[in-house]
């Protein structure tokens, strides 16, 4: 082996998140947490490989993700008493989420269930800004039995009027919701039919990759970016013309409610994403172009997937969902915050203590024991500091330093100095930490 050893950096497509950034990243967690709990959510933590055949069977073998983009492995046995098996980092919760109310039996209770979770989800697309291999997803299901009221459209309008709020009090700007519906099974088969057969005599018009969608999956030819192809496929038949009488009777309520909320929407007919278990109401909220995401603007998408239980083996339990794109959440706060003036304001500590010499070590840290306990936040210099030293450290990350010298320690009376103003005062120990709270 050489003696030179390259240094290892974080695999192509994952990133580490370091501080400030992750106070942001806590920030938008304990937001969508408060969120979510005023409106009756708990949190469900699934893990994050399963078996293969979960996402196989439930996402769909034709989709993307699927047939290219997932980390499966062939887990080898360990003892006699296993098997080998294809296991895969999850690409996304809601099949796994889905697996743990079949499991569990949460149907058996008769109540919907509402859940959410937070968490890295794993895409092995190609990298680029707002799209990552490693990526985080802020995400919300509801599912129940059919006595539940899970199928009902209040519960489409609930999920999105709460996703209209979180967005708003994060301070998302500009946000626009495309809605669509992609009717029943039996509706999406016969669009599909309608689809295929409109595609066929055109479809050698098109690039190379619609042409290949036309023959494998043609919903997905609507998802098309391509610009050359774009006037053709806004030719082809929509889905409205193609949903029963229940699925348009169930589209027009879920917007009658969101008109009765004030929630804007934009119906959009080639919103079908990318997911092979919609069902009915599909949804995204994008953000304005120089919101920081570049070509990725979908912040977010989800829709309704009556059939899925079914399809993993488990009961009738229609259900509605969405999933946050957490990095792109993040990149457009940052960016939209930049664009206004400035990134929010990095928050400094109550205090910075800074003993002189290091025999005041000791002290320095029993002093600092106090006052964190009395919910100050504190950091502890070295004693063998210099008294500017000290000064320049702590104006870097605390509002006040608290100086500990000899003639501190023995008197009890400690000298304050406050950046903001250049203040300096003398406290008694004992008034500190009330002192350092005002
Ligand atoms: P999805 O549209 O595949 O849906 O992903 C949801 C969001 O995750 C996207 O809108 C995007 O913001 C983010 N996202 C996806 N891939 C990446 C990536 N490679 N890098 C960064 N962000 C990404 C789902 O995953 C469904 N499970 C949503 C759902 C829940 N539907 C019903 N319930």
Request: aromatic share 6%; charged share 25%; hydrophobic share 40%.
């Amino acid at each position: 082996m050489s003696k030179q050893t390259n240094s290892l950096k974080a695999v192509r497509g994952t990133r580490d998140l370091l501080p400030p950034d992750t106070a942001l990243w806590n920030h938008v967690e304990a937001i969508a947490r408060s969120v979510f709990a005023r409106y009756g959510f708990g949190e469900i933590r699934t893990p994050i490989f399963e078996d293969t055949q979960l996402f196989a069977r439930g996402v769909g073998e034709e989709t993307d993700i699927v047939s290219k983009e997932m980390y499966t492995w062939e887990d080898r046995a360990r003892a006699q008493s296993e098997k080998a098996q294809s296991l895969t980092l999850r690409p996304e919760n809601t099949a796994g989420v889905v697996r743990a109310y079949i499991e569990h039996k949460l149907g058996d209770s008769g109540q919907l269930q509402k859940l959410y979770y937070i968490g890295p989800q794993f895409r092995r697309e190609r990298p680029q800004r707002g799209r990552y291999r490693q990526f985080w997803q802020i995400g919300v299901e509801v599912l129940g039995p059919v006595s539940s009221g899970a199928e009902s459209p209040l519960r489409d309008a609930e999920v999105l009027e709460m996703l209209a709020t979180l967005l708003d009090e994060l301070g998302v700007k500009g946000w626009q919701l495309q809605l669509n519906s992609v009717g029943s099974t039996e509706d999406r088969r016969r669009y599909n039919a309608a689809l295929r057969e409109a595609l066929a005599p055109i479809k050698h018009q098109m690039c190379e990759d619609n042409q290949r969608r036309a023959e494998t999956n043609p919903l997905r030819v609507l998802d098309s970016k391509e610009p050359a192809d774009q006037e053709l496929i806004n030719g082809l038949p929509k889905i409205a013309d193609y949903l029963d009488e229940d699925s348009r009777a169930h589209f027009a309520a879920v917007r009658a409610a969101l008109d009765a909320c004030g929630v804007p929407y934009t119906v959009n007919p080639r919103l079908v994403r990318g997911l092979d278990y919609y069902t009915r109401t599909t949804f995204e909220f994008t953000v304005p172009d120089g919101s920081g995401l570049g070509t990725q603007n979908a912040l977010l998408g989800g829709g309704r997937y009556d059939g899925l239980s079914e399809m993993l083996g488990g009961p009738k339990a229609p259900g509605i969902g969405f999933a946050i794109g957490e990095d792109r959440l993040i990149l457009t706060l940052q960016a939209q915050a930049e664009a206004a003036g400035g990134a929010a304001s990095e928050k400094k500590l109550d205090v910075y203590i800074a003993p002189m010499g290091v025999e005041r070590n000791p002290a320095a840290l029993a002093l600092a024991r106090e006052l964190r306990r009395a919910e100050l936040s504190v950091e502890v210099g070295d004693g063998s500091f210099r008294l500017k030293k000290s000064f320049e450290a702590a104006d870097k990350v605390a509002r006040r330093i608290v100086i500990l010298g000899e003639d501190e320690l023995h008197s009890s009376i400690l000298t304050v100095k406050t950046f903001a103003t250049g203040e300096q005062t003398k406290i008694a120990q004992a008034e500190l930490a009330k002192a350092l709270r005002a």
